[in-house]
């Protein structure tokens, strides 16, 4: 594995570590006797010894490591610090993880995109290995021996000819002096001396948030705080006309009632705008904005409803459009063809509905600052944007994360906070905006409704000749220009135009899209609805070849092994990743098929009424296959098993990849069955888990997940696993009935 990474760690001041970490004097400071080769007592200042960003290591031998990223249940408190720990040669019980602020300092903190341990992999072992060759260069002064001489041990350094060693936690005083080695020239572990990478280990949070004694969003308590719940316009795009606050005010423990004004264009990370009660309690508020009586101008949103909409991204890709991606002669095959297959697939819109709704609190200080707690997938989104909202500079907004009670996406706006900051600001009082599950179904950033068509051409002998694909679906980047109706090349890459088929004739084309609701990215984004058409097609592209659908995929992967998309104009983006690193090889497709059709029984007998379906989708550079087993009875829709295997390069965890991906089959799951945001008249008609359903437990199958042990570069684990699951169970009803089901969900067709 090629070490590319060679950006400077830094040897930071105690100061500075703790401004850092938002924790004030004495927070880390444990004091004591530091005994080194001769025992002197340490002053506070030199209790904890930090050598550089990430790590901190105290006299009592405690290392703090920080975790950069946000925690909202997929592990990344445990596994960014368990990299850094193995590389220090540090014992996992001495560890602390420490959550990080908002700070520049840290690169990216947008837990988004699965990029935690696939972005920062190296770096985070660079940084482990740093602070271990600066404790070993400690002991060598210490001893007055060369470095070479000393080994760390496992929490300790060792005097290889004497025996002699020191605790990390003598030496930190003295390595803390020490200058950091150039990152590129530190000695890194063999893959066989890793202690902690590529294990299990349990999470750090996991007693804490049993016991219930940790924090999310919603349960941060300030001296003085009030609770503000704030009604918006049903419709996104309008405003308030009027509004009568006096009914509000007479409910007991209302306190105040605040408007808030909607910032026109593009919705970004703005606040919605609305009228917000200030209250002494939760209760009260909710209460409260129940009396306003507020007259809405619904805005140009208001004949929005998803049905004709639909209908009409329906029409559109069942014309020709502009294509992104081409090659060949797409016409000339289709007129040569033997035999030609076509289908459009439908997605609706869908919500994120984490567990724990948005939710911030924020403070305003004498001397003009902020301080903001947020369940947030990017604090330094949450800093910017808050800032701007107050007219402060970033430096002046310090932002806490909380764990998060789930995301997927939804958290990496910061429009929540921004609300929290501009009530504090307004009322002078410490400020904890609530969303209640209704508000956040009913005013969240959807996940795009979507259209999908393909074609394909196949000569006399059976080989596919041509590929069409044509998508239709308001794109993300509306919500930061509503002028851009097309979707973007990380869209268009997400499934679509980065089809893996070395087809020698292909044309993959996209359509222009008013978008009438905010649009945001979900788990797996764009591949969600491009893995179900994609998926689905080429299970009919078997179908038509009366060809065994696991046997069509490997033919149609061919024997290539990397597949080179950049045709003509095209540059696939490949999630920003080199090709050199992150090739799309099809080996890799071909084994995560293997692997779960084997762990399926794939072509074995199954009762009458029952069938396995198969997809396979590459997203965020990993791989993923998923065989589902469903039964049908009558209109009674069963999954009954579901076989996942997954190749996301080397991992750091592998229990958390496995978790992962367990939560992405249900997460797909309820995509495919039952999962459906409608509007009407320009307003979302769902409002919580009573009509927006997610599969219950009783609705689960037995999943199995395999995980493919590899040596390549680190890939994406918490989104690859959703993309595949749709198709799969759609191919399986069409295995157990013969009828194809292309609009989802499917429980408009079953119960399930």
């Not at 893996?500 to 990215?521: L, Q």
């Amino acid at each position: 594995m090629d070490i590319k990474l060679s950006s400077p760690v830094e040897n930071v001041s105690r100061r500075r570590f703790l401004k850092a970490l938002g924790v004030t004097s004495g927070g880390f400071v444990l004091g004591g006797v530091v005994p080194l080769s001769a025992p002197a007592w340490a002053d506070e200042s030199a209790a904890a010894n930090q050598l550089n960003l990430f790590i901190s290591i105290n006299t009592n031998n405690q290392v703090d490591i920080v975790c950069h990223r946000s925690e909202m249940g997929q592990g990344v408190r445990t596994s960014v610090p368990q990299v850094i720990a193995d590389e220090l040669d540090a014992d996992w019980d001495l560890v602390n993880v420490v959550q990080g602020m908002a700070n520049d300092a840290y690169g990216s903190q947008n837990t988004d995109g699965s990029t935690s341990i696939r972005n920062a992999y190296m770096r985070l072992r660079q940084l482990g290995a740093s602070a271990r060759t600066m404790l070993e260069q400690a002991a060598a002064q210490v001893w007055k021996v060369p470095v070479e001489q000393c080994k760390s041990d496992f929490h300790k350094v060792v005097n290889v000819k004497t025996g002699q060693s020191l605790s990390y936690g003598e030496l930190a005083p003295v390595a803390a002096g020490i200058k950091p080695p150039e990152t590129n020239t530190v000695s890194l572990k063999e893959k066989s001396e890793f202690r902690y990478i590529g294990k299990g280990l349990a999470s750090v949070d996991l007693p804490d948030v049993v016991n219930g004694t940790t924090e999310f969003g919603q349960d941060i308590q300030i001296p003085g705080m009030v609770i503000a719940s704030i009604e918006r316009c049903p419709v996104f795009g309008g405003t308030m006309k009027t509004f009568d606050a006096a009914a509000a005010k007479k409910v007991k423990g209302v306190l105040d009632v605040i408007t808030i004004k909607a910032t026109p264009g593009a919705p970004v990370f703005h606040a919605l705008g609305g009228v917000a009660v200030l209250a002494s309690n939760t209760y009260a508020a909710h209460k409260g904005r129940e009396k306003l009586n507020i007259e809405w101008d619904l805005g140009p949103n208001v004949s929005h409803n998803s049905d004709e909409y639909l209908q009409q991204r329906i029409d559109a890709v069942n014309q020709p459009a502009k294509p992104v991606r081409f090659a060949g002669d797409v016409k000339q095959a289709f007129a040569d063809s033997d035999k030609q297959v076509a289908a459009t697939y439908t997605v609706p819109y869908l919500v994120h509905a984490p567990m724990e709704p948005p939710a911030a609190t924020a403070m305003m200080h004498t001397d003009g600052s902020c301080e903001i707690w947020a369940c947030t997938q990017a604090p330094q989104g949450v800093r910017d944007h808050a800032a701007k909202a107050l007219g402060l500079k970033k430096e002046q907004v310090r932002v806490h994360v909380t764990l998060l009670g789930g995301a997927f996406g939804r958290k990496a706006k910061a429009d929540f906070a921004v609300e929290a900051a501009l009530l504090a600001q307004a009322s002078g009082k410490p400020v904890k905006v609530v969303w209640s599950r209704e508000d956040d179904i009913q005013h969240s950033y959807y996940h795009a409704i979507s259209a999908q068509h393909y074609e394909a051409a196949l000569d006399d002998k059976d080989a596919l000749s041509a590929w069409v694909g044509r998508t239709s679906f308001p794109t993300i980047a509306s919500t930061f220009n509503l002028k851009q109706k097309e979707p973007m090349s990380f869209e268009q890459g997400g499934g679509f135009a980065d089809v893996p088929f070395a087809v020698e004739n292909i044309s993959c084309e996209v359509t222009p899209v008013d978008s009438h609701v905010r649009i945001g990215w979900m788990r797996s984004v764009a591949n969600i609805h491009h893995g179900f058409g994609v998926g689905s097609f080429v299970d009919e592209i078997a179908a038509a070849k009366q060809q065994d659908p696991k046997q069509c995929w490997i033919e149609l992967l061919g024997n290539h092994s990397n597949v080179d998309l950049n045709q003509g104009d095209y540059k696939n983006p490949n999630y920003g990743a080199s090709a050199a690193d992150h090739p799309i090889d099809t080996a890799r497709y071909k084994n995560v098929i293997e692997l779960a059709c084997g762990k399926a029984g794939w072509g074995k007998k199954l009762p009458a009424g029952e069938g396995l379906g198969l997809s396979v989708h590459r997203s965020f550079l990993a791989y993923v296959a998923v065989v589902s087993h469903v039964k049908v009875e009558g209109k009674k829709l069963t999954v009954k098993h579901m076989y996942c295997a997954a190749d996301s390069g080397t991992i750091a965890n592998l229990d958390r990849v496995e978790s992962q991906m367990e939560g992405a089959m249900i997460f797909g799951l309820s995509i495919a069955l039952m999962s459906e945001i409608s509007t009407k008249n320009g307003a979302i008609e769902q409002s919580n888990f009573n009509d927006y359903m997610v599969v219950r437990m009783n609705q689960s199958p037995d999943i199995d997940v395999q995980i493919v042990q590899s040596d390549a570069l680190p890939a994406g684990v918490g989104e690859p696993g959703v993309p595949p699951v749709a198709a799969s169970i759609a191919n399986a009803v069409y295995a157990a009935t013969g009828k194809r089901y292309r609009d989802l969900p499917l429980n408009k067709a079953f119960r399930v």
